[in-house]
C-alpha cells in the first residue's frame, strides 16, 4: 500500500504533486493527459504559482502577456494583462513539470475505486497498453474535475450555463490581445493573435442553445450577432476554422470534500464561474493549500480532524466569496437587467452557516491555520472583515500578545518587544490594531482603560 494517491493529470493534480515534492513527500499521479482542445486565459496570480513551483516547462509555454480590455456596463476599460494557453499543450507541459520533480506519474484511466481494508483505497485502472491495474493507498486525493465521482450531495450549485466556443481565421492583425463583452443573452471572451486567428467564447443560458435546435454553430454566430465592440476590434471578416463546441458551466460545491482517507482538489471540490481565469487560479491556490493538509494527515495523525476540518473551511469560505464576487460584477452590469440571463446570474446567494460572516464584534477565536508546514490550532481575531481570522499584524502574533496583555504586562512596546523578539514599532501598529478593534486588553480590562497609556506606544516618527 502507497501512502499518498493523486488521480487526475489536470492543473489540480500536477501542482499538487509538485508542490508536495518540494515538501519530500511523496506521491503516485494516476490519470490520462488531457486531449480535449480548449483555449483559457491565465492570470498573472496563476504564473506567480507557477514560478513559486518551480514549474519551468509550462512557463516556458506562455509567451508574452497578452493585452486585455473589457467592455462591461457600456465602458471600455484596459485590464491586467493575461496569458493565453491551449489547454492540451499546458496539461502537458506540466506533466513534463511533473516528471522532471521526480513524481511516479502513470498513464491511466482509473475504472473503479472501493473501500480497502483498513480505511484504505483499492484503486483499479487501466494502463496505455489495455492491461488491468491496482493500486492500494491509504490517503486519496481526488483531483478528476467536476466529473469525478461525488461521494455526497453538493452542498450548493449554482444556475447552469453553457460556454460555445470557436476558432476563426481573417481577424484583424494587432497586438496579442484578449477582449471581454456583455451583451443580452450573455458574455463573451475572444483572444486574438497577430496572425489574424481569433478564439471567441459565448457564455449562455441553455435556452439560448436550444432555441436553436441545439446547433451549436448557429447559437454562437447569433451571440456574435449581438455583439458590438469586439467585432469592431476583431474585425468583420472571421472565417470559422472549425465547428462551434460546447461545455457546460455551473459554480458547484461538491459535499464531503474532506473525509477518512480522502481529500478533493480543484474543480473536484468545487467549480466557480469562469470569470477571469477563475478555474486555473483555484487549482493553483487549491493544490498549494492542501500541502499542509496532506503533511499534517501523513505524519500527525492524532491532528488528521483538525487538518480536514481546515481543508473543509477554506473550501467553502473561499467559494461563497467567489460566488459573491461573481455576482456583484454581473449585477454592475446594468444595461441588460432585464433580460433573463443577467437576472438569472444576479440572484442573491444564501450561503451556509459554516460560512456566514461574522456579524457582531471583533474577538478572539481558536482556531485552525497553518504554522511551519503543519495544521494546528491558534488564537486569532475574527470579524465581519476578516471572517477567517487575522493571526498577525505587522508580523506580531496577536494571540500572543494579548496573553501577555491579560497576564498584566505594561502596554510598552519596548517591553513587550523583548518577550516576542520583535521591534517596538512593529509592537506597537499591533497594539493600534487591536485597539482598533476595540480588542486592547490589560489586566482583564478592555480598551477604555488604555487612553491614558497611549503615549507609551504612539510613535509619531512611526504612526499606526
Not at 36 to 44: C, D, F, I
Not at 131 to 147: K, M, S
Not at 320 to 334: K, L, M
Not at 427 to 454: C, E, I, K, N, P
Request: glycine share 10%.
Amino acid at each position: 500500500m502507497i501512502p499518498l494517491l493523486i488521480l487526475g493529470t489536470g492543473p489540480a493534480a500536477s501542482l499538487l504533486a509538485i508542490a508536495l515534492a518540494r515538501h519530500d513527500i511523496p506521491a503516485q499521479v494516476i490519470g490520462r493527459p488531457r486531449t480535449a482542445p480548449a483555449v483559457e486565459g491565465l492570470s498573472q496570480r496563476v504564473v506567480a504559482a507557477l514560478k513559486q513551483l518551480g514549474c519551468h516547462e509550462a512557463l516556458a509555454l506562455l509567451g508574452p502577456r497578452w493585452h486585455r480590455v473589457s467592455s462591461w456596463n457600456a465602458q471600455e476599460v484596459e485590464m491586467n494583462g493575461e496569458f493565453v494557453v491551449d489547454r492540451v499543450a499546458f496539461d502537458a507541459a506540466l506533466l513534463r513539470d511533473v516528471r522532471a520533480a521526480g513524481v511516479d506519474l502513470r498513464d491511466g484511466l482509473v475504472r473503479e475505486l472501493e473501500r480497502g481494508e483498513g480505511g484504505g483505497w483499492c484503486v483499479r485502472w487501466e494502463d496505455v497498453d489495455g492491461r488491468q491495474q491496482r493500486t492500494d493507498t491509504a490517503l486519496l486525493v481526488e483531483c478528476r474535475g467536476h466529473t469525478a465521482p461525488k461521494m455526497a450531495p453538493d452542498l450548493h450549485a449554482g444556475p447552469t450555463l453553457v460556454s460555445l466556443g470557436r476558432t476563426f481565421d481573417g481577424a484583424r492583425a494587432q497586438p496579442r490581445t484578449t477582449f471581454i463583452e456583455s451583451f443580452p443573452s450573455g458574455w463573451a471572451w475572444g483572444g486574438v493573435d497577430p496572425q489574424g486567428c481569433a478564439h471567441i467564447q459565448v457564455v449562455m443560458r441553455p435556452a439560448s442553445v436550444a432555441a436553436f435546435d441545439g446547433d451549436l454553430d448557429l447559437a454562437h454566430a447569433a451571440a456574435l450577432a449581438q455583439l458590438t465592440r469586439l467585432p469592431q476590434r476583431f474585425g468583420r471578416q472571421l472565417k470559422a476554422t472549425g465547428a462551434a463546441r460546447a461545455r457546460g458551466i455551473q459554480a458547484a460545491l461538491r459535499g464531503a470534500v474532506a473525509g477518512n482517507g480522502y481529500l478533493r482538489v480543484g474543480d473536484a471540490a468545487y467549480t466557480c464561474d469562469p470569470l477571469s481565469g477563475h478555474g486555473m487560479f483555484e487549482a493553483a491556490s487549491g493544490a498549494i493549500a492542501t500541502v499542509p493538509v496532506i503533511k499534517t494527515l501523513l505524519q500527525r495523525p492524532a491532528q488528521a480532524e483538525l487538518a480536514r476540518g481546515y481543508l473543509r473551511e477554506r473550501i467553502e469560505a473561499v467559494f461563497f466569496s467567489r460566488i459573491e464576487v461573481a455576482r456583484q460584477h454581473y449585477a454592475a452590469e446594468t444595461h441588460w437587467e432585464d433580460e433573463p440571463f443577467w437576472q438569472w446570474v444576479t440572484q442573491p446567494v444564501a450561503t451556509r452557516p459554516s460560512v456566514a460572516r461574522v456579524t457582531g464584534p471583533a474577538a478572539f477565536a481558536t482556531l485552525p491555520v497553518v504554522e511551519d508546514g503543519f495544521i494546528v490550532e491558534r488564537r486569532v481575531v475574527v470579524s465581519a472583515e476578516h471572517p477567517r481570522g487575522v493571526r498577525f499584524i505587522d508580523g506580531i502574533d496577536l494571540g500572543r500578545l494579548d496573553a501577555l496583555l491579560q497576564a498584566g504586562a505594561a502596554i510598552v512596546p519596548a517591553d513587550i518587544g523583548c518577550h516576542l523578539g520583535a521591534p517596538a514599532d512593529a509592537v506597537a501598529r499591533a497594539l493600534r490594531w487591536l485597539q482598533t478593534h476595540s480588542l486592547l486588553t490589560r489586566a482583564g480590562h478592555r480598551s477604555g482603560d488604555f487612553t491614558t497609556a497611549r503615549g507609551a506606544f504612539n510613535d509619531e516618527k512611526n504612526p499606526v
